[in-house]
């Protein structure tokens, strides 16, 4: 995992990175597992240096117009992460929306995180738009658990 960080920390990283979204919320159990074996299989194949899994939010906020389909929530990015693509021997980035979160579920996640067996990067994602509400005071309890970065590279939370 550490050469995840020298590499990023380094003047030319050369990194390639595969990034997927979760299957959705409302996917049957034995659907999710026939995406998991064919992504699973996808980044085997191209051996990229880390998996970047984003969390994908409501961004109708951001549009007047209505959507042309219903937005449907996905797994959660860490579970998919860790959990079900955990036995990918890379590095995983996930993406995960603070915006809207409690303090104490955020409090709970850093703490799961922050102990978590091997090191997880992570990008805390806000609001779509500066209207929606937000979890300003959560965010600061981000600061605590996560290790400063050199330059612009995924924090690390420890």
């Known amino acids: 995992m550490s050469a995840l960080l020298d590499r990023l920390g380094s003047?030319?990283?050369?990194?390639?990175?595969?990034?997927?979204?979760?299957?959705?919320?409302?996917?049957?159990?034995?659907?999710?597992?026939?995406?998991?074996?064919?992504?699973?299989?996808?980044?085997?194949?191209?051996?990229?240096d880390a998996l970047v899994v984003y969390d994908l939010q409501d961004e109708s906020s951001r549009q007047p117009d209505p959507r042309p389909f219903p937005f449907l929530p996905t797994l959660p990015?860490?579970?998919?992460?860790?959990?079900?693509?955990?036995?990918?021997?890379?590095?995983?980035?996930?993406?995960?929306?603070?915006?809207?979160a409690d303090r104490s579920g955020f409090e709970r996640w850093c703490a799961e995180t922050a102990t978590a067996a091997e090191p997880r990067f992570c990008v805390l994602v806000g609001a779509p738009t500066s209207t929606q509400k937000r979890a300003s005071p959560a965010v600061a309890v981000s600061a605590h658990h996560r290790s400063k970065p050199e330059r612009s590279a995924p924090a690390t939370v420890r």
């Not at 990283?13 to 064919?38: H, M, N, W």
């Not at 955990?86 to 980035?93: C, E, N, Q, R, T």
């Open 77 to 100: 990015p860490d579970t998919y992460a860790h959990q079900l693509m955990g036995d990918l021997a890379l590095p995983k980035i996930v993406y995960r929306t603070v915006a809207g």
């Open 11 to 48: 003047p030319r990283p050369d990194l390639c990175f595969y990034g997927l979204a979760p299957p959705k919320q409302s996917t049957p159990a034995e659907r999710i597992q026939a995406i998991v074996a064919a992504q699973k299989e996808r980044v085997r194949a191209l051996a990229p």
